[in-house]
């Protein structure tokens, strides 16, 4: 199972259904924070004293939901699978990037 999750980056492993639409928007959805467990965290062993940084598993959900599942800890609860956000980032970067492009030409036009 680790290997078969991992290890599919190869483009023939693969058969392409659909492009990420609207990264910026999305990316712009996504709820950021700096934070530590709560109470109900913590009575699942987390510890408060650490101050940590991520996202709403909910808010990427709404925009994102490949990048979430079920959490290990107790799957009433969710996670965010990180490495699944960075296609969305990357194509915001190239939205970013052709913005950038256009107002250069424009300046120097």
């Not at 530590?36 to 709403?56: P, Q």
């Not at 996670?79 to 699944?84: D, S």
């Not at 970013?96 to 036009?109: C, D, F, N």
């Amino acid at each position: 199972e680790f290997r078969r999750v991992l290890f599919r980056s190869d483009i023939r492993l693969k058969t392409k259904v659909g492009d990420i639409v609207d990264p910026l928007s999305k990316v712009r959805q996504i709820e950021t924070m700096i934070y530590h467990a709560n109470e109900t965290a913590v009575g699942l062993g987390y510890d408060a004293s650490v101050i940590e940084v991520g996202v709403s598993a909910q808010s990427v959900q709404a925009v994102q939901p490949e990048a979430v599942a079920p959490a290990p800890i107790d799957e009433k609860y969710l996670t965010v699978r990180y490495e699944r956000l960075v296609p969305l980032l990357l194509e915001s970067i190239k939205v970013l990037e052709g913005r950038v492009t256009e107002l250069e030409a424009k300046l120097q036009g």
